[in-house]
């Protein structure tokens, strides 16, 4: 076990409410055909003169407000999010600047997609193994609304806007993360194919809509079907927990389907998944974090919870915590 707690958490959802009928009005959809196919009703849309940098700060003061802890007591900020601010410089530093955390290192987890902020939090937890950190602020945001095609419906119904963040510190000797489990398959299933080193901006880039998320439903669902169950089952059995002893299951919040399959897989109740997707949409990085803010509250000394997400890549991977 590796001895780190989780002291408090915040989320930040930006004020504009996007309902399936507003999309209706965009783009070739319905809301009965979203809602069937997704369980996503509404999800929040950043406004055009805030950027992903202005959400993790915001969720970074809750979080620390609710953990008691100030912006000079971080030692770690980790920002976690594919849609930063700018290419350079990195996130991190503008977040660690506007928040006053002088002294904090900062890092940017950024391609991995919808699984960043599981690997954000893994890289907090070792970090905190060092003497010379004892507080992580860990942020997840992602602003897809900048990304995702206007255009096309089958990934602009999908994606919302938010950001979740999570104050970690050393343990007491009784909590921490009791194991992980992380893989990989290569698969451009996911991509946003352009503004990179291979196929750099051009006039013919923006022309034919490079630079906008394109993603293959099919492939999604099977993949993660396949590996987020499996993922957790594994992780359980590295810390030696049953799987019915684990009391919150904290997932990724792509599609109400992935969940519930993910959950029969497991053979777990759904009041042990609680679901913000339906609101919130699938918020990337923030959506583990937005369904463990939910519940954070409930949370009891000695309560075993899983966080687990897939992402573009494809990378997955698991979490699992004594709280």
Same mark, same amino acid.
Request: aromatic share 6%; with cysteine; net charge negative.
């Given at each position: 076990?590796?001895p780190?707690a989780?002291? +408090? &958490?915040?989320?930040h959802?930006?004020?504009?409410?996007v309902?399936?009928?507003?999309?209706?009005?965009?783009?070739?959809?319905s809301?009965?055909?979203i809602?069937s196919?997704?369980?996503?009703?509404?999800?929040?849309?950043l406004?055009?003169?805030? !950027?992903?940098?202005d959400?993790?700060?915001?969720a970074?003061?809750d979080?620390?407000?609710?953990?008691?802890?100030?912006? *000079? *007591?971080?030692d770690?900020i980790?920002?976690? &999010?594919?849609?930063?601010?700018?290419p $350079?410089p990195?996130?991190?530093?503008?977040?660690?600047? !506007?928040?006053?955390?002088?002294?904090?290192l900062t890092?940017?987890v950024?391609?991995?997609?919808?699984?960043?902020?599981?690997?954000a $939090?893994?890289? /907090?937890a070792?970090?905190?193994?060092?003497?010379?950190?004892?507080? /992580?602020?860990?942020?997840?945001?992602?602003? !897809?609304?900048?990304?995702?095609?206007?255009?096309?419906?089958?990934?602009?119904i999908?994606f919302?806007?938010?950001?979740?963040?999570?104050v970690?510190?050393? +343990?007491?000797?009784g909590?921490?993360?009791?194991?992980?489990?992380?893989?990989?398959?290569?698969?451009?299933?996911?991509?946003?194919?352009?503004?990179?080193s291979k196929?750099?901006t051009?006039?013919?880039?923006?022309?034919?809509?490079?630079?906008f998320?394109?993603?293959? +439903?099919?492939?999604?669902?099977?993949?993660? &079907?396949?590996?987020l169950?499996?993922s957790?089952?594994?992780?359980?059995?590295?810390?030696?927990?049953p799987?019915?002893?684990?009391d919150?299951?904290?997932l990724?919040q792509?599609n109400?389907?992935?969940?519930?399959?993910?959950?029969?897989?497991?053979g777990?109740?759904?009041?042990? /998944?609680?679901? &913000?997707l339906?609101?919130?949409?699938?918020?990337g990085?923030?959506?583990v974090?937005?369904?463990?803010h939910?519940?954070?509250?409930e949370l009891?000394r000695?309560?075993?919870?899983v966080m687990?997400?897939? +992402?573009?890549?494809?990378?997955w991977?698991?979490?699992?915590?004594?709280?």
């Amino acid at each position: 076990m590796i001895p780190v707690a989780l002291r +408090g &958490t915040g989320v930040h959802l930006p004020e504009r409410i996007v309902t399936n009928d507003d999309l209706a009005r965009m783009v070739d959809t319905s809301d009965e055909w979203i809602t069937s196919r997704t369980g996503i009703r509404e999800r929040r849309w950043l406004a055009p003169d805030r !950027a992903v940098s202005d959400m993790c700060v915001d969720a970074a003061r809750d979080a620390m407000a609710a953990a008691g802890t100030t912006a *000079q *007591q971080l030692d770690v900020i980790i920002v976690a &999010t594919y849609t930063w601010d700018q290419p $350079l410089p990195s996130t991190a530093l503008i977040v660690k600047e !506007a928040l006053g955390a002088h002294r904090a290192l900062t890092l940017d987890v950024t391609q991995a997609a919808c699984a960043n902020g599981v690997q954000a $939090l893994l890289l /907090a937890a070792h970090l905190l193994q060092s003497s010379a950190a004892r507080t /992580a602020l860990v942020i997840a945001a992602d602003c !897809a609304s900048r990304v995702t095609d206007p255009q096309e419906r089958t990934t602009r119904i999908f994606f919302g806007d938010a950001a979740g963040a999570a104050v970690l510190t050393e +343990g007491d000797g009784g909590s921490g993360l009791l194991s992980w489990d992380f893989g990989s398959e290569l698969s451009y299933d996911v991509q946003i194919k352009a503004g990179g080193s291979k196929l750099p901006t051009s006039e013919t880039t923006v022309a034919q809509r490079e630079h906008f998320l394109a993603m293959n +439903g099919r492939a999604v669902w099977d993949t993660a &079907t396949r590996w987020l169950p499996d993922s957790i089952l594994t992780a359980a059995a590295n810390a030696q927990v049953p799987i019915e002893r684990i009391d919150h299951f904290f997932l990724h919040q792509a599609n109400l389907h992935i969940v519930n399959a993910a959950l029969e897989k497991l053979g777990v109740p759904a009041d042990k /998944a609680p679901v &913000t997707l339906d609101r919130l949409g699938n918020t990337g990085s923030a959506g583990v974090f937005t369904a463990l803010h939910a519940r954070f509250g409930e949370l009891r000394r000695g309560d075993v919870f899983v966080m687990s997400a897939i +992402g573009a890549g494809f990378q997955w991977g698991t979490l699992c915590f004594r709280h």
